[in-house]
């Protein structure tokens, strides 16, 4: 069955993620949003096309079009990395702060980010920027005034650090002698030997330093918290303070075009502007946009920062488009699939998504605005039922193209929880003890009653008509059902100790799993009578997805990154850690079968781990030029649908060593492309007009 892929692009960018940008042998891809659901800290333009950033998680990206599309590559560490420096398009190096179970705090690539190894620095060695002069030759700061230097490439490190109880958050080398270290409490020194000596010339302030740009040796400029900017003409000698209109907002990173012109970033979502040196600085507001750090080369620029934000700038930062992310302040709540292809995930905001391709692409089917969702039930792919804040329950007959808003729930009680046993039974539950149930799919509700009054009910499951649990409250009581709800039964009387059973799912009536706000894993056999703990995890409070009863998935928070989701072959006997680089809260888990699991979380963030295939898709826009494209991978004819008609385009398709392989124009609406002749491999597909440029990677098989 071919793979149909839709890609949307609107202006001259496209967010795209290829099967191949997954980190090294690890089956993992973010679907939602791209290209990851993480927080970006560093940016380089290496050159005019080639930018690099850097982020939570040990997040790598790449861009090889100046920020248009970008890939994803895990670095092999969890710590959340601050700064990179790439010294050619090949050498690069990152650095971050380590964990006990994380201790690779600086990285190494030297083929372009495409696989990295860890360098490991030694707990304890938290850094917070890198500079390389030469692909050898480098430094990295970071805290109890640490200035480390390495001569070979970072296999040994010389510590030139101050003794100090501040942290060095900045580092800049001209050359191989001249370089600034800047740091918190106003931390600002300087070598002319390669760092053998530091001098302390401070900068005449006690604020942190947080950006910092040098245009040569003499003239740099400095930015510290309280809105605080200073500038530099005779290398540090002496200082001016720089006049910011912004107030007091943290400028966290500077980049000067030239002596006059320059731009900035600050963690208020404003983009600030000079064209006096530096004397004056002006900001304008981004609209949802936080950036942490900007780079430009010439008049090429990208802005990375907070909830996945990616935005480029084509003409020295006069314009800016975004690229991906803004306003990722929504979360999803839940995910669920009716077959392998067949899913949708819904959160905050009223956020409805579908997918009808096992997550190669995800359609929002409702504008972001509206009720928080909570829970979903979808008997099949075209009959479903979801709820949310307000008594708010949704009804789809047609795969989510329409909902219909059910009555018969109070509106002040939110719902957190439904189940349906077939197309007319189901149950909806939530805040005040609520539970409702109803035979006629979803017309009339009838309120049930538990046998004590808990504060909310969190979960509802029916195995049955007949037969189902319900689950919360403070107290945790677990309650248990025969006769459809109309009479229930408390459970879990040996609970004392394990925890308030968070999240359960039982495969019959007596067969069930269960995870506690203890953040362990219960198991019963008796109908939940009894439950005996079979793990307990470092995440919490868990969620939970099995496949069967022995192949199942737990996840939850971000406590501790390195123990993000554990999986389960035998039943919850034994667990391995699946080193998942997912950085935002899991709230959501499902299996489509025994290998693909399907991740949903905060940031609006979608992720698969175990089965990934195909390509990621596409940012929809107003105003957008559609194109299909299949099948990806292919053979031999590859399909071209111009769904806008288009006119005056061309495809180009480039092999992996940058060399135009073909070039033809397209004159129907509808094409069709013999690529038989080509060797198996991975290609870069590109199609042109005057207004557009599509790119995508393509499988040739």
């Known amino acids: 069955m071919k793979n149909l892929i839709k890609f949307i692009f609107i202006f001259i960018f496209s967010v795209a993620l290829n099967k191949n940008t997954t980190a090294q042998n690890m089956p993992f891809a973010f679907q939602a949003p791209l290209p990851t659901a993480h927080k970006y800290n560093d940016v380089q333009m290496i050159d005019a096309n080639n930018a690099v950033a850097v982020g939570a998680m040990g997040a790598f990206i790449k861009s090889t079009d100046a920020g248009a599309t970008w890939s994803y590559t895990w670095t092999k560490t969890h710590v ?253 709540n839940k995910i669920k699939f009716t077959d392998v292809n067949n899913g949708f995930c819904v959160g905050d905001g009223g956020k409805i998504l579908k997918t009808s391709n096992g997550g190669l692409q995800w359609d929002i089917l409702t504008p972001n605005v509206g009720s928080n969702l909570y829970d979903l039930d979808f008997i099949n792919q075209n009959l479903g039922y979801l709820v949310g804040v307000n008594g708010t329950i949704k009804k789809t007959i ?59 009910v969190w979960q509802v499951g029916f195995v049955d008509a007949n037969t189902g649990y319900a689950t919360g409250g403070s107290n945790g009581n677990l309650f248990k059902t025969t006769d459809g709800g109309i009479n229930w039964t408390t459970l879990g009387q040996n609970l004392l100790g394990l925890g308030s059973i968070k999240y359960f799912q039982f495969f019959s009536a007596d067969t069930g799993y269960a995870t506690t706000t203890q953040w362990k894993f219960l198991k019963t056999i008796d109908g939940g009578q009894t439950w005996n703990a079979l793990a307990n995890f470092c995440v919490g409070p868990p969620v939970m997805h099995f496949y069967n009863q022995n192949t199942g998935v737990i996840s939850g928070d971000n406590t501790n990154f390195n123990c993000k989701m554990y999986k389960t072959i035998d039943g919850g006997l034994t667990w391995i850690n699946t080193q998942v680089p997912f950085g935002p809260n899991v709230n959501g888990l499902f299996m489509t079968d025994t290998n693909s699991v399907y991740m949903c979380g905060d940031d609006g963030s979608i992720a698969n781990f175990g089965t990934i295939g195909g390509v990621t898709t596409a940012i929809k826009n107003v105003n957008n030029m559609e194109v299909i494209i299949y099948p990806n991978p292919t053979s031999s004819i590859l399909n071209i649908d111009l769904k806008n008609n288009i006119q005056n385009a061309q495809i180009e398709i480039i092999n992996s060593h940058g060399q135009l392989i073909l070039k033809e124009a397209i004159s129907a609406k509808k094409t069709e492309l013999n690529i038989s002749h080509l060797s198996n491999g991975l290609y870069f597909l590109k199609i042109i007009n005057a207004n557009h440029i599509a790119t995508q990677k393509l499988l040739k098989q």
């Open 398 to 456: 047609n795969g989510g193209t329409t909902f219909t808003n059910l009555t018969g729930v109070p509106s002040n009680t939110d719902l957190y929880s439904v189940s349906f046993v077939n197309a007319t039974t189901g149950w909806v539950a939530g805040e005040g003890s609520a539970m409702y149930k109803t035979t006629n799919g979803g017309t009339s509700w009838v309120m049930q009653t538990l046998p004590s009054f808990i504060s909310f």
């Open 80 to 332: 959340n990395l601050f700064g990179v420096d790439f010294t050619d398009l090949n050498t690069g190096y990152a650095v971050g702060n380590s964990f006990s179970y994380s201790p690779y705090s600086v990285v190494k690539t030297m083929d372009g980010g495409q696989t990295w190894d860890t360098l490991n620095m030694g707990l304890g060695n938290d850094f917070y920027d890198v500079d390389f002069v030469s692909a050898d030759t480098g430094w990295a700061v970071g805290i109890e005034g640490k200035i480390f230097y390495t001569s070979n490439g970072g296999n040994s490190w010389i510590n030139q650090g101050i003794t100090s109880t501040f942290t060095f958050n900045i580092i800049k080398m001209i050359d191989a002698n001249i370089g600034y270290a800047a740091g918190a409490n106003g931390l600002f020194y300087k070598t002319i030997n390669g760092g053998l000596n530091w001098l302390n010339t401070g900068a005449g302030t006690n604020q942190n330093a947080l950006a910092m740009f040098w245009r040569n040796q003499n003239e740099g400029w400095i930015s510290f918290t309280s809105g605080i900017i200073k500038k530099t003409i005779n290398g540090g000698q002496t200082w001016v303070n720089c006049s910011f209109t912004n107030g007091t907002y943290d400028v966290t990173s500077i980049h000067m075009k030239d002596s006059l012109n320059g731009i900035g970033a600050t963690t208020q979502a404003d983009i600030v502007r000079t064209s006096n040196g530096g004397q004056t600085w002006i900001g304008a507001n981004n609209f949802g946009n936080q950036h942490i750090a900007v780079s430009f080369f010439g008049n090429q620029g990208v802005f990375v920062g907070y909830f996945a934000c990616i935005q480029r700038s084509i003409n020295g930062g006069t314009s800016i488009l975004s690229v991906a992310g803004g306003y990722n302040y929504y979360n999803y």
